[in-house]
Nanobody, 116 residues
Framework: QVALVESGGGLVQAGGSLRLSCAAS????????MGWYRQAPGKQRELVAS???????DFTDSVKGRFTISRDNNRRAVYLQMNSLKSEDTAVYYC??????????WGPGTQVCVFS
């Protein structure tokens, strides 16, 4: 069973930056379009960024120009660089495959808290 482990979250002032990492066992990353998701209190989980195996990326409008996503298949990792953070970015962040058919059990996530 593939285990997803997210890390890198924390408490940061508005305007600051964080870099999140996601690691998984096996070749899970190699064959999947990967995404970073977030879930804010009282809200549904949403996809904020995705990256294909060839490196093409996509972002939800609210993070465009501020977040970047990257992957390292050799290290079995996906990253989310978050700059110019806003209070509305506060959420628990998760990684997983974008395809519903390829998703694995959600990891614990990593908490991001942005204060003004």
């Amino acid at each position: 069973q593939v285990a997803l482990v997210e890390s890198g979250g924390g408490l940061v002032q508005a305007g600051g930056s964080l870099r999140l990492s996601c690691a998984a066992s096996g070749n899970f990353f190699s064959f999947n379009v990967m995404g970073w998701y977030r879930q804010a209190p009282g809200k549904q989980r949403e996809l904020v960024a995705s990256i294909t195996g060839s490196g093409s990326t996509d972002f939800t409008d609210s993070v465009k120009g501020r977040f970047t996503i990257s992957r390292d298949n050799n290290r079995r990792a996906v990253y989310l660089q978050m700059n110019s953070l806003k209070s509305e970015d506060t959420a628990v962040y998760y990684c997983n495959a974008v395809s519903e058919l390829r998703k694995r059990p959600w990891g614990p996530g990593t908490q991001v808290c942005v204060f003004s």
